[in-house]
T-cell receptor, first 115, second 113 residues
Framework: DVKVTQSSRYLVKRTGEKVFLECVQDMDHENMFWYRQDPGLGLRLIYFSYDVKMKEKGDIPEGYSVSREKKERFSLILESASTNQTSMYLC??????????????FGAGTRLSVL | KNQVEQSPQSLIILEGKNCTLQCNYTVSPFSNLRWYKQDTGRGPVSLTIMTFSENTKSNGRYTATLDADTKQSSLHITASQLSDSASYICVVRKTGGSYIPTFGRGTSLIVHP
């Protein structure tokens, strides 16, 4: 069964802290994504990675960085957390290649609160 | 800019009733359209996918339609159940090997007993 696992369901951090959100997939997918989801705004792409050590900025990369040292793991880093980064963070993975679909499989999400 | 617009933003219906959610898109060139269901506090899960040549596709009580000419899709839910309460997200992908799909903002459906 397909599985994308995010390390924490709920996280509370203080302003200025460095925050790590971890995501692991067991499907040998090339692509991995980090989104944030806010009420009324839908899912917005922060960063994605199409291969190990490769990363591309999404729509809202400011204040975030990512790391992909192994194919199965994609980490989102908040270098200095701010209150406006309070949100639901969703990780996803997908295959690359022709054909329709390239379905994205999502993790359960991490609800981050920055106080 | 490529966009995906969903309506209504929210919907409340009684258990057992039918409902239809709408998705209009301007993403081009079009490859496929997918509907996701997202339960509260969970990640989205794929319901259906439709390509350019498909008009209708069903998954149990969920039926998706696609009109590629008018760039519109709908998701029809028949005989709604309490477990249908969720956010439904329309996602459109371009051709050309793009890794990045375009997400709508979702329709929040509440089914009351």
């Amino acid at each position: 069964d397909v599985k994308v696992t995010q390390s924490s369901r709920y996280l509370v951090k203080r302003t200025g802290e460095k925050v790590f959100l971890e995501c692991v997939q067991d499907m040998d997918h090339e692509n991995m994504f980090w989104y944030r989801q806010d009420p009324g705004l839908g899912l917005r792409l922060i960063y994605f990675s199409y291969d190990v050590k490769m990363k591309e900025k999404g729509d809202i990369p400011e204040g975030y960085s990512v790391s992909r040292e192994k194919k199965e793991r994609f980490s989102l880093i908040l270098e200095s957390a701010s209150t406006n980064q309070t949100s639901m963070y969703l990780c996803a993975s997908s295959l690359t290649g022709p054909g329709f679909g390239n379905i994205q499989y999502f993790g359960a999400g991490t609800r981050l609160s920055v106080l | 800019k490529n966009q995906v617009e969903q309506s209504p933003q929210s919907l409340i219906i009684l258990e057992g009733k039918n409902c239809t959610l709408q998705c209009n898109y301007t993403v081009s060139p079009f490859s496929n359209l997918r509907w996701y269901k997202q339960d509260t506090g969970r990640g989205p899960v794929s319901l259906t996918i439709m390509t350019f040549s498909e008009n209708t596709k069903s998954n149990g009580r969920y039926t998706a339609t696609l009109d590629a000419d008018t760039k519109q899709s709908s998701l029809h839910i028949t005989a709604s159940q309490l477990s249908d309460s969720a956010s439904y997200i329309c996602v459109v992908r371009k051709t050309g090997g793009s890794y990045i799909p375009t997400f709508g903002r979702g329709t929040s459906l509440i089914v009351h007993p």
